[in-house]
């Protein structure tokens, strides 16, 4: 078989070996495998690259701010509202313009990305975990275990999310939940998606187990006295990082909304912490007259989603062994 002008020989470790045309037999590892395929896709690559310059942006926001000569973005200065209280547009001073209160729209969606990074990051992180976690257990065990971790899941699901979040929200807004260790905004964010989430990782995990545990390198360890956690943890977990890693990189968009269209609603990252889903609440009532302000705190949303978007395609195309391009 030849790929992109190559021969492609079965090597002895189940991989590929790429016979180049002069001869000479190189070995390719899976994660060689995975970047030859990933760096085809460009579209794939320029969303890693703006994300990575999230990253970033978010780390030294307030270098950047500085470095643009910006005010901090909590300072409010009413002298840039005109004699109605309107805030002004974009100026060379202020590229993104001003908000009713003055505070500098640039640097306020700079340090949004923090909050939309950490939120969305963070919260699959902690989502990932249980759920892979929980989807390892009932497809290992089968049985009661996953009858009733499985039901557990389905209610779970049931739940409107929104209205979830709107209900937690409403019960941690003055003194937080579970004695104080879950506090309004950040944390309370974290908290909501941490509850509801896993269960699309649990889902996916739980299914792939179910036909890993049938598999000869299973019954090997089983025969070499491997105890369950060993054979879950070190054997079958080991095989699932590929749709994890691709699924996680498709939940982390969903999240990143989830914490906007919260923070609309008014029950998540509040003022004067600078949030992309708060700032376009704040803009709405004013929109007629200050459309900069709702504009590109919505640019930003929209376009770190997308890069989020597209890059969990190109890995889902780079990881999934039957491309051979």
């Not at 902690?126 to 290992?140: D, S």
């Not at 941490?194 to 598999?215: D, F, K, P, Q």
Request: hydrophobic residues 50%; contains cysteine; proline residues 6%.
């Amino acid at each position: 078989m030849s790929i992109g002008g190559a021969e492609v020989l079965p090597s002895g470790g189940g991989g590929l070996e790429f016979l180049d045309m002069g001869g000479d037999i190189a070995a390719q590892s899976p994660l060689q495998l995975f970047w030859r395929r990933f760096r085809q896709d460009r579209v794939a690559l320029a969303s890693g690259g703006f994300i990575i310059f999230l990253i970033v942006l978010a780390i030294a926001a307030p270098l950047v701010v500085k470095g643009l000569g910006l005010p901090s973005p909590y300072t409010e200065n009413p002298n840039l509202t005109d004699s109605f209280g309107s805030p002004l547009g974009p100026t060379a001073a202020h590229p993104f313009g001003v908000d009713q209160l003055g505070e500098d729209v640039m640097s306020r969606v700079i340090y949004g990305t923090r909050v939309s990074l950490e939120v969305g990051i963070l919260g699959t992180g902690i989502a990932a975990v249980i759920g892979v976690v929980l989807g390892l257990i009932a497809g290992f065990y089968r049985g009661w275990v996953d009858t009733l971790l499985s039901r557990f899941t389905d209610v779970v699901l049931s739940i409107p999310i929104l209205v979830l979040g709107l209900g937690i929200g409403a019960a941690c807004a003055v003194r937080g939940c579970l004695k104080g260790s879950i506090q309004p905004g950040l944390g309370e964010i974290l908290f909501i998606i941490a509850l509801a989430n896993w269960t699309y990782m649990y889902r996916i995990v739980r299914g792939l187990v179910l036909s890993l545990r049938e598999r000869e390198f299973v019954d090997a360890s089983r025969a070499l006295g491997a105890s369950d956690a060993r054979i879950m943890f070190r054997e079958i977990l080991p095989n699932l990082v590929a749709p994890i890693i691709v699924y996680s990189s498709l939940l982390i968009p969903s999240n990143i909304l989830l914490e906007a269209a919260l923070s609309f609603l008014g029950v998540g990252v509040r003022p004067p912490t600078a949030s992309w889903g708060q700032m376009i609440a704040s803009a709405t009532p004013i929109f007629n007259t200050a459309w900069w302000y709702m504009a590109f705190p919505g640019i930003a949303l929209l376009l770190t989603v997308l890069a989020f978007n597209l890059l969990g395609d190109g890995l889902q195309d780079a990881l999934n062994p039957r491309t051979t391009r």
